[in-house]
């Protein structure tokens, strides 16, 4: 039997059947989760080269395993970095063939991770331009992080014209980085690994999201309604205050007082802004607006009655046009204090972490594949730790050591709260402290941190006894054990 021995394929049909060959190769690859999509979470404080070392091991399925992040209801329950622990997510790019082969990682040109915010079905991204800072946006699950990328027709002169015609400010989603895991890793797994530390805490805010008060007092069922004093409610006629009588902090119509704080504080009725200054024209219309604007220094500010004011002989009920303007100006007042919130502030969130990677595929742009399985993870807020508490080591309370804790820390008095100081406490609750006495000059005083530090440990120590005959709360918040100390031998 005669073997033919195949010819070798030379030139432009060698050339064409490796091209068809790295497109297919290209066109089979997915990204998958390692083992099962567990994230890993590590307190080493080389916590990169820990887990590398875990996955070079034989058992390192086992070892992962130990590292699996706490879970409730399918979703990953992440700790801060303050508590000293870090989760990495962990991926792998194979080939969808037979064997699932690695992927040549210099046919990667780029990857990462993006996190989205679930809410309900759909997916907020963090979206940034180049102009500015955009916050949670609306997105798909497979766009683009860098956004739209300008038509290119392979001629200069006509990209020159479409990238003209093309947006500057594209948005584009924040990309958490992927890094390649190190030669030896894979080799010892088999696999093209990458990983990245998943964020659990930023720097970034972005603009607060208004609040309609109003609406959500109509819907509601009344709850924050109850909140409001019966004397700006339009539904309540509560008793007119007693006309003719002095206006005082102490008044026994807290109701009325309490409407009077509301008005100025929470709708912030001498704010600059259009909605404070719609509330002051219903006010105004009703012929209340002067009367609240003097009482405020007694009844908001515990002011003294120095004008004689006195409650007016009337008062009007409220109305519907009052109730709006109230709720109104209270989302203008959030939006100007709440001006800003930070990435993850919001604390009942759920966060999606996507990977995706991009492949070179001949003389085409690179190709963007995503990873299918997502992982879903909340953040646990900074007090639900349950990282090693910090140690700190307080002196000796000892009379005889106390020489040796020397001030170490100054302030500078200034000259106003050097004459308040300068007074005698003794003779207060009974009466209110003076202006005290003025030495004409600033003062620079020096204390002790570990005295500090002392005073107050007793103190604490000292309410938490107290308080806990109300909440009972001694053995979760003040654990004490025995510190033997090795004696020294004479």
Same mark, same amino acid.
């Given at each position: 039997?005669?073997? @033919?021995? &195949?010819?070798?394929?030379?030139?432009? #049909?060698?050339?064409? #059947? &490796? &091209? #068809?060959?790295?497109? +297919? $190769?290209? +066109? &089979?690859t997915e990204l998958v989760?390692? *083992?099962?999509?567990?994230?890993?979470?590590?307190?080493? =404080?080389? *916590?990169?080269?820990?887990?590398?070392?875990?996955?070079? %091991?034989? $058992?390192?399925?086992?070892?992962l395993n130990?590292?699996?992040?706490?879970q409730t209801q399918n979703v990953a329950q992440l700790q801060q970095p303050i508590h000293r622990e870090f989760a990495v997510a962990l991926y792998e790019a194979r080939c969808k063939v037979p064997g699932l082969p690695r992927v040549d990682p210099r046919k990667m040109v780029a990857q990462g991770m993006v996190v989205r915010k679930v809410n309900g079905t759909a997916l907020r991204g963090w979206k940034l331009s180049k102009s500015a800072q955009?916050?949670? @946006?609306?997105?798909?699950?497979?766009?683009?992080? +860098?956004?739209?990328?300008?038509?290119?027709?392979g001629n200069a002169a006509i990209d020159s014209l479409l990238a003209l015609q093309t947006p500057t400010s594209i948005l584009k989603e924040e990309v958490t980085p992927l890094f390649l895991a190190p030669p030896d890793v894979c080799e010892a797994l088999k696999k093209t690994v990458l990983f990245g530390v998943i964020p659990v805490t930023s720097s970034e805010q972005t603009d607060a999201e208004p609040v309609d008060y109003l609406e959500l007092a109509n819907? $509601?069922?009344g709850e924050l309604d109850n909140h409001?004093?019966?004397?700006?409610r339009p539904d309540q006629s509560p008793p007119a205050p007693a006309a003719g009588t002095l206006v005082e902090q102490a008044t026994g119509n807290m109701a009325f007082t309490t409407a009077i704080r509301q008005l100025v504080q929470e709708a912030g009725l001498e704010e600059d802004t259009p909605e404070a200054g719609a509330l002051r024209e219903v006010l105004a219309d009703m012929g209340i607006l002067q009367?609240?604007?003097? %009482?405020?220094?007694?009844?908001? *500010?515990?002011?003294s009655n120095e004008t004689d004011l006195r409650m007016p002989s009337s008062w009007p009920r409220a109305t519907p046009a009052l109730r709006s303007a109230i709720y109104t100006a209270m989302g203008a007042r959030f939006k100007n204090i709440v001006s800003h919130v930070g990435k993850f502030d919001e604390r009942a969130a759920t966060y999606q972490l996507q990977a995706f990677m991009r492949l070179t595929c001949g003389n085409c742009p690179p190709k963007l594949i995503w990873c299918n399985s997502t992982r879903r993870y909340s953040i646990l807020p900074w007090w639900e730790g349950a990282g090693a508490p910090t140690r700190i080591a307080l002196?000796? *309370?000892?009379?005889? /050591?106390?020489? =040796?804790? =020397?001030? /170490?820390? %100054?302030f500078e008095v200034p000259r106003r709260l050097a004459q308040f100081l300068n007074q005698d406490f003794s003779k207060f609750p009974d009466q209110k402290p003076g202006d005290g006495a003025d030495t004409g000059i600033a003062w620079i005083c020096s204390f002790s941190i570990p005295i500090i530090t002392i005073c107050a440990f007793i103190l604490l120590s000292i309410i938490l006894a107290l308080l806990n005959i109300l909440f009972f709360w001694l053995p979760l918040v003040k654990i004490c054990l025995p510190f033997p100390k090795v004696k020294q031998s004479p």
């Open positions: 039997m005669v073997m @033919l021995r &195949e010819k070798p394929l030379r030139g432009v #049909a060698r050339r064409q #059947a &490796e &091209e #068809a060959k790295r497109q +297919h $190769d290209d +066109h &089979e989760p390692l *083992f099962s999509g567990i994230i890993a979470v590590a307190r080493e =404080k080389d *916590f990169i080269a820990a887990l590398m070392s875990d996955l070079r %091991a034989a $058992d390192w399925q086992d070892r130990k590292r699996r992040a706490r955009r916050g949670w @946006l609306p997105v798909d699950a497979y766009d683009d992080p +860098h956004g739209s990328s300008p038509p290119r027709s819907g $509601d069922g409001l004093s019966g004397y700006l009367f609240i604007r003097d %009482a405020t220094p007694i009844l908001v *500010f515990g002011k002196p000796d *309370f000892d009379l005889k /050591n106390l020489p =040796k804790l =020397k001030p /170490n820390v %100054a």
